[in-house]
């Protein structure tokens, strides 16, 4: 039982016995002890006045003389104003970190064939340029995220939905057929997914040259790009592919399939994956059929030039078109249309979305229109709406090829975090090989940690340069403190120290042990909490947190070199448990921590 819950138990009954009235547990108001008052844990006592009739500093005393005669956890206890700060008794911490010790899975909680299905989308890339920095926040959230729920005994689908069709890929389609020369990925030594969005590059910047000739003829811009003959071709491939002409539809899925490729190698290297990929080529028939359904119950209605609507006006919301006047579909009937081929697939209790928050109008419209239709998870359906990335530079942009490839910026974090190693000496002694892996882990580690660390609804900006800091709330300072502790564990191991299962709860330990030990029974609430709030930031910041309080300890207490057997070993089953966590942590970020650096 976690020390919190023992502890609200023993106030409502000392309540009862103190003042004859029961009080429910969620009247009980615990919280962490700030750092500038003795305690561990504090009582409000506030709530109780009523019960007392005395004032707040009278009721906590009470409270606390009743819970040190009755709670044997209790140490001592001090009353500032209404707030009653209680100290837990180091046999009852050590007894805590006894539990953990045998608790390897401490804080990750175990699904079973009855919990719930969780399905996850995240990605949803476009077949028209590589995954870039915009990406990278998604991929790493959405794989977060489907980590943290699974911990809390959740069974998790992953999934990722391609925007591969319509104009945008007939425009790289028709740039590859009119300048391409057969170039292919092979033969350019270039990936796929970068070739490809080096047309639709090349593309804009010939439709602009297009814009701008016949501008010069006196036209204005709305009537060049209504004479575009190019984007005219580009229309006229999508009208062909919608048709099936069997000539577009081949060249468009040996590009798609130079696109996954590429696609496929940038999720290896983020250590992102999925278990079932949809298409929107193959779901937005799917979504017409259903939006023709809706139109047949009188869900949704047709409009005279044939288009279908939703009338929302009644959830307080605006007509929201569903199918074009020449029967063509929008976004929202793709959104429909997949809704139905993952309920065909999975029996899904909770869909989660990881998109942007420019989409937070899309989705509250997409709830609503999935339970008009019948579908359970409409109503519950989740938009993890997160906001925007950025360099210190500023916004990106892909037709202008502005953007941060994923690809290159995984490159450069590996790269600072190679050269940032070397020059600290935490590569020294390394074999080139184990050097080369230590780089990888730490580029990636900190990127990925900088990018997680933000609370995700939030906009922010990407520094490459502080994030490879081997200081401060970084991956890297966070994957060397481990790196430290597995040094210290393996030294004891070659002194022949063999860690007890059980620390005998009758040892003296200090206040800063205490305080470790508290904070590694966090995890269990942590690991809660993230998965309630949907935020991998109260994870990263809570292993930051515990990784800062260890370095404190680690710099005033001395571990193998301490003289009192009993104390050494409980150290070292502290900072064991201490490593453990760190690596559970990291890990739901999807983030390694070496052993050696």
């Given at each position: 039982?976690?020390?919190?819950q023992?502890i609200?138990?023993?106030?409502?009954?000392?309540?009862?016995?103190l003042?004859?009235?029961?009080?429910?547990e969620?009247?009980?108001?615990?919280?962490?002890?700030?750092?500038?008052?003795?305690?561990?844990?504090?009582v409000?006592?506030?709530?109780?006045?009523?019960?007392s009739?005395?004032?707040?500093?009278?009721?906590?005393?009470?409270?606390?003389e009743?819970?040190?005669?009755?709670?044997?956890?209790?140490?001592?206890?001090?009353?500032?104003?209404?707030?009653?700060?209680?100290?837990?008794?180091?046999?009852c911490?050590?007894?805590?970190?006894?539990?953990?010790?045998?608790?390897?899975?401490?804080?990750?909680?175990?699904?079973s064939?009855?919990?719930?299905?969780?399905?996850?989308?995240?990605?949803?890339p476009?077949?028209?340029?590589?995954?870039?920095?915009?990406?990278?926040?998604?991929?790493?959230l959405?794989?977060?995220?489907?980590?943290?729920?699974?911990?809390?005994?959740?069974?998790?689908?992953?999934?990722n939905?391609?925007n591969?069709?319509?104009?945008?890929?007939c425009?790289?389609m028709?740039?590859?057929?009119?300048?391409?020369?057969?170039?292919?990925?092979?033969?350019?030594?270039?990936?796929?997914?970068?070739?490809?969005?080096?047309?639709?590059?090349?593309?804009?910047?010939?439709?602009?040259?297009?814009l701008?000739?016949?501008?010069?003829?006196?036209?204005?811009?709305?009537?060049?790009?209504?004479q575009?003959?190019?984007?005219?071709?580009?229309?006229?491939?999508?009208?062909?592919?919608?048709?099936?002409?069997e000539?577009?539809?081949?060249?468009?899925?040996?590009?798609?399939?130079?696109?996954y490729?590429?696609?496929?190698?940038?999720?290896?290297?983020?250590?992102?994956?999925?278990?079932?990929?949809?298409?929107?080529?193959?779901t937005?028939?799917?979504?017409?059929?259903?939006?023709?359904?809706?139109?047949?119950?009188g869900?949704?209605?047709?409009?005279?030039?044939?288009?279908?609507?939703?009338?929302?006006?009644?959830?307080?919301?605006?007509?929201?078109?569903?199918?074009?006047?020449?029967?063509?579909?929008?976004?929202?009937?793709?959104?429909?249309?997949t809704?139905?081929?993952?309920?065909?697939?999975?029996p899904?209790?909770?869909?989660?979305?990881?998109?942007?928050?420019?989409?937070?109008?899309?989705?509250?419209?997409?709830?609503?229109?999935?339970?008009?239709?019948?579908?359970?998870?409409?109503?519950?359906?989740?938009?993890?709406?997160?906001?925007?990335?950025?360099?210190?530079?500023?916004?990106?942009?892909?037709?202008?090829?502005?953007?941060?490839?994923?690809?290159?910026?995984?490159?450069?974090?590996?790269?600072?975090?190679?050269e940032?190693?070397?020059?600290?000496?935490?590569?020294?002694?390394?074999?080139?090989?184990?050097?080369?892996?230590i780089?990888?882990?730490?580029?990636?580690?900190?990127?990925?940690?900088?990018?997680?660390?933000?609370?995700?609804?939030?906009?922010?900006?990407?520094?490459?340069?502080?994030?490879?800091?081997?200081?401060?709330?970084?991956?890297?300072?966070?994957?060397?403190?481990?790196?430290?502790?597995?040094?210290?564990?393996?030294?004891?191991?070659?002194?022949?120290?063999?860690?007890?299962?059980?620390i005998?709860?009758?040892?003296?330990i200090?206040?800063?042990?205490?305080?470790?030990?508290?904070?590694?029974?966090?995890?269990?609430?942590?690991?809660?909490?993230?998965?309630?709030?949907?935020?991998?930031?109260?994870?990263a910041n809570?292993?930051y947190?515990?990784?800062?309080?260890?370095?404190?300890?680690?710099?005033?207490?001395?571990?193998?070199?301490?003289?009192?057997?009993?104390?050494?070993?409980?150290?070292?089953?502290?900072?064991?448990?201490?490593?453990?966590?760190?690596?559970?942590?990291?890990?739901?970020?999807?983030?390694?921590?070496?052993?050696?650096m």
């Amino acid at each position: 039982m976690a020390i919190e819950q023992r502890i609200s138990e023993s106030v409502i009954r000392g309540i009862s016995q103190l003042y004859g009235t029961e009080v429910s547990e969620s009247q009980i108001q615990l919280s962490k002890t700030k750092k500038e008052f003795k305690g561990h844990l504090t009582v409000v006592v506030f709530p109780f006045l009523r019960i007392s009739k005395k004032s707040p500093e009278q009721t906590a005393q009470e409270i606390g003389e009743w819970l040190l005669q009755n709670e044997p956890a209790i140490a001592e206890f001090n009353v500032i104003k209404g707030f009653l700060n209680l100290t837990i008794a180091s046999s009852c911490w050590i007894g805590l970190l006894n539990q953990i010790a045998h608790t390897p899975s401490f804080g990750i909680k175990e699904g079973s064939a009855d919990s719930p299905l969780v399905m996850i989308e995240y990605s949803s890339p476009n077949t028209n340029k590589p995954l870039h920095l915009g990406h990278v926040r998604n991929n790493l959230l959405g794989y977060s995220l489907a980590e943290i729920l699974k911990a809390n005994g959740n069974k998790v689908v992953k999934t990722n939905i391609v925007n591969d069709r319509g104009i945008h890929i007939c425009k790289s389609m028709l740039a590859w057929e009119k300048w391409g020369e057969g170039v292919t990925p092979e033969s350019s030594g270039k990936k796929g997914d970068h070739l490809i969005g080096d047309f639709y590059v090349l593309f804009d910047k010939k439709y602009k040259e297009e814009l701008a000739s016949l501008q010069e003829t006196g036209l204005t811009k709305e009537e060049a790009e209504a004479q575009s003959s190019l984007m005219a071709e580009a229309r006229e491939m999508l009208r062909k592919w919608e048709a099936g002409e069997e000539k577009v539809v081949s060249l468009w899925k040996t590009m798609n399939n130079w696109v996954y490729e590429g696609f496929d190698e940038t999720y290896k290297k983020l250590g992102v994956d999925f278990d079932k990929i949809y298409y929107e080529s193959e779901t937005y028939l799917e979504g017409k059929g259903k939006v023709l359904e809706g139109v047949n119950k009188g869900v949704f209605y047709r409009r005279e030039d044939g288009s279908v609507w939703a009338d929302l006006t009644q959830e307080g919301l605006d007509e929201k078109l569903l199918l074009r006047a020449d029967g063509t579909s929008v976004y929202m009937t793709q959104d429909i249309g997949t809704a139905k081929l993952r309920f065909d697939d999975y029996p899904i209790n909770k869909m989660v979305y990881v998109v942007g928050n420019e989409q937070n109008y899309h989705f509250q419209v997409l709830s609503i229109l999935l339970d008009k239709l019948g579908f359970e998870f409409g109503k519950g359906l989740v938009h993890f709406s997160y906001g925007m990335v950025e360099l210190p530079e500023g916004k990106m942009k892909s037709r202008e090829g502005t953007v941060v490839d994923a690809d290159d910026l995984v490159e450069e974090m590996v790269a600072t975090a190679r050269e940032t190693s070397q020059d600290l000496g935490k590569l020294d002694g390394l074999s080139t090989e184990e050097a080369e892996n230590i780089a990888r882990i730490v580029g990636l580690g900190a990127l990925k940690y900088f990018i997680l660390k933000v609370d995700p609804r939030k906009n922010m900006t990407f520094n490459p340069k502080e994030s490879i800091d081997f200081n401060g709330n970084t991956g890297p300072f966070i994957q060397y403190t481990h790196a430290r502790i597995c040094s210290v564990l393996r030294k004891a191991q070659a002194q022949g120290l063999q860690i007890p299962e059980t620390i005998d709860t009758a040892l003296a330990i200090s206040e800063k042990e205490e305080n470790l030990i508290q904070s590694l029974t966090e995890f269990e609430t942590v690991v809660s909490e993230a998965g309630t709030e949907y935020s991998p930031a109260v994870i990263a910041n809570y292993v930051y947190d515990l990784v800062k309080e260890y370095n404190q300890f680690y710099h005033d207490y001395s571990i193998l070199r301490e003289e009192n057997e009993a104390l050494k070993l409980f150290r070292l089953s502290l900072s064991k448990q201490v490593a453990a966590t760190v690596r559970k942590g990291m890990a739901l970020l999807g983030i390694e921590v070496p052993e050696r650096m």
